[in-house]
């Protein structure tokens, strides 16, 4: 049972009554691997795969789960680590103005094609976040030596669930290591989820769909086909 922490929560010392090697270590494998199969599986067959994943993850989540507050569903560190936040706009400015001067910005003409286009993006973020800390970072802190070895072995299992895309999966690299080392410092994922968005985001209003290929990754990389249509010089929607 997952125990109580009043101040700092930490997931790399709950529920010692487990087994810190043999069991997580075999979640993660089979879980990690249903996630590159559904990334690599053609349709119909990748829903199938998909929905293996899923159940596997939230079967192996529960009598594992070591409580919300070290899940980092929590308010304690939320501000510690807001500095995230404000990095990812900073970041986020400097990318629009460089993409308004090479004329490849492209964006959602109102409010609500914003939403419509990436409000499901924000709540898949926040999902990532959680499943690379709640789940990955969880279980490597079980049987890794160091708590810096299991970051960046999170960060590095979550860049290669990008491949082969060769813009993405640097990001993730980067964003992951850095996600995983404040997390372990703040035990908050709220931020670490609002600057994913911003992060990802701005990747896509940037960079042009034919370059870094609608974002897709996998077997969806390799087979996108870039529309043929006009695109403006300014590159600019709305123009």
């Known amino acids: 049972m997952a125990l ?3 101040a700092s929560p930490s997931i790399d010392t709950i529920s010692t009554t487990q087994p810190r090697r043999g069991r997580p270590l075999l979640e993660l494998a089979i879980g990690y691997g249903l996630i590159l199969a559904t990334i690599w599986t053609p349709r ?8 293996a994943a899923v159940a596997w993850i939230l079967l192996t989540s529960i009598p594992a789960f070591p409580g919300w507050a070290a899940a980092g569903i929590r308010r304690g560190g939320f501000f510690k680590s807001l500095w995230v936040v404000f990095a990812a706009a900073v970041v986020s400015a400097v ?14 003409i109102n409010t609500r094609s ?5 409000g499901g993006y924000t709540v898949w973020s926040f999902v990532q976040q959680f499943l690379l800390q ?35 999966t640097p990001i ?22 609002l600057a994913h968005a911003i992060l990802g985001i701005t990747v896509a209003i940037t960079i042009p769909g034919p370059v870094v290929h609608n974002m897709r990754v996998g077997l969806g990389y390799l087979r996108y086909h870039a529309p043929h249509v006009h695109v403006p010089a300014t590159g600019l929607a709305g123009r």
């Open 4 to 6: 109580e922490l009043k």
């Open 44 to 51: 119909p067959f990748q829903k199938w795969v998909y929905l």
């Open 114 to 118: 914003w939403v419509m286009t990436f």
């Open 172 to 193: 993730t690299l980067l964003w992951g290591a850095c996600a995983c080392f404040v997390f372990l410092r703040c035990r908050n994922i709220y931020p670490l989820a």
């Open 95 to 108: 990318a629009i103005s460089v993409a308004i001067h090479l004329g490849t910005l492209r964006h959602p």
């Open 134 to 168: 709640g789940y990955f970072l969880f279980r490597l802190l079980r049987f890794l030596p160091r708590r810096e070895w299991a970051a960046l072995t999170a960060a590095a299992m979550f860049a290669l669930a990008h491949l082969p895309n060769p813009i993405l």
